[in-house]
Every structure is written in C-alpha cells, then in structure tokens.
C-alpha cells in the first residue's frame, strides 16, 4: 500500500495536468471590432437604408482564398466551409447616436486560428436571427477582408471598417458597406431549368 503523503502527492501532479489541459483547451485570442460615428456603416443593397441593429456579423476564416463568384451567385455553398471565430457574443450591428449600422465588440476564439486570414461576413436575416446553417433566412449580405491582410494574433487585433478592403460581394460605396442580395432560389432554378435540355441533348 502506497503511503499517503506519496499518494496525495500523485494526486496534486494529476490536479495540476487536468488544470493545465484545461487551460490549454480555453486558450482564446480576441479580436477587437471597432467603429465609431462617422466611420463606414453597413447599409441594405438599396445602399441607403441602415443594417438594422440585432442583425449579425461574424468573423472567420477560409481554407483557401474564396471565390467572388460563389460569394455572389453560390453563398450557401461557401457558407458550409465558413469557418466561424466567436463565441457568439457582441456580435450584433448597434446604432451610435444618430449612426445606425455600425458594429464592435469583442470577439472570441480558440487559438487554432492564429495566424489565418481574417474574414468579415455581415448578414441581413428574414428573421433577425444569425443565419441559418443551409443559409436560407439569409436575404442580403456582404463578406471581405482587409487589402493589407488581416490575420489573427496572439495580441488581439483591432479591425474597422474604415480600412482598406477587399470585397467578395457587397462594396463599399459612399461611405457605406452595401450589403448584395442573395440570389432567389427560383432563380437558381430556372437557370438550372434552362439548361437541362442542353444537357439532355448532348448525352443523346
């Protein structure tokens, strides 16, 4: 039988493995989102009317640099290799004063993203909810990054809109981030429609 000074001694090493696994688990890295009156403000694809407040923005990143074209005509597809930086607090567009359509926050994230480009998506939902996994109550939208590279840090980033900006759909455009409008299903449909007879003919 192991004596009890050497078996509590066990048990304060096993402790303090446990305590560091879990601390290594909960490592986060924030990233700042900033915005202040008179900065760009997201606006709806009319490019006038405010991003209501309680609509959602997220952070993230990509495998690979994302296609414009899939951004604009395909979203729900790229939505499902999102890889989505927060722990889903501050996340929400605010008025400032008179300003609508703004967004900061402090934005949580494991440290597996460290060192990955930082992409910024912003969503108008049908129902003021965040979006929907197959992306279906989203109506409008706008995703970029930074021109001069964004990435996540060990020392938390500070992002705004008022920098420079690469658009994969939406732009910027008089001092706004216009949102584009997600393609109709119907649309999509009978764009698929209008090509299936061509494609039928060439198997025969």
Do not use: C
Request: glycine share 8%.
């Amino acid at each position: 039988m192991r004596p009890a000074s050497v078996l509590l001694r066990s048990l304060s090493v096993a402790s303090a493995l446990v305590a560091l696994g879990i601390s290594a688990s909960q490592a986060a890295i924030t990233v700042t989102v900033s915005a202040a009156p008179g900065e760009p403000a997201f606006r709806l694809s009319d490019s006038t009317t405010p991003l209501p407040d309680g609509m959602h923005y997220q952070l993230g990143t990509f495998a690979s640099v994302p296609d414009a074209g899939d951004a604009q005509n395909n979203p729900a597809v790229l939505f499902s290799i999102w890889q989505e930086f927060t722990d889903g607090i501050d996340d929400t567009i605010v008025s400032i004063g008179e300003d609508g359509g703004l967004a900061l926050g402090d934005l949580d994230g494991d440290d597996s993203f460290l060192g990955k480009v930082i992409y910024w998506w912003v969503f108008n939902t049908s129902d003021g909810l965040a979006p929907a996994a197959d992306f279906s109550n989203v109506t409008e939208h706008a995703l970029f990054t930074g021109t001069d590279g964004w990435t996540f840090q060990a020392i938390s980033p500070v992002i705004s809109t008022s920098e420079n900006l690469t658009f994969f759909t939406g732009s910027l455009s008089g001092g706004n981030i216009d949102l584009a409008a997600v393609p109709e299903p119907a649309s999509a449909l009978l764009a698929l429609s209008a090509v299936a007879p061509l494609l039928m003919r060439r198997r025969r």
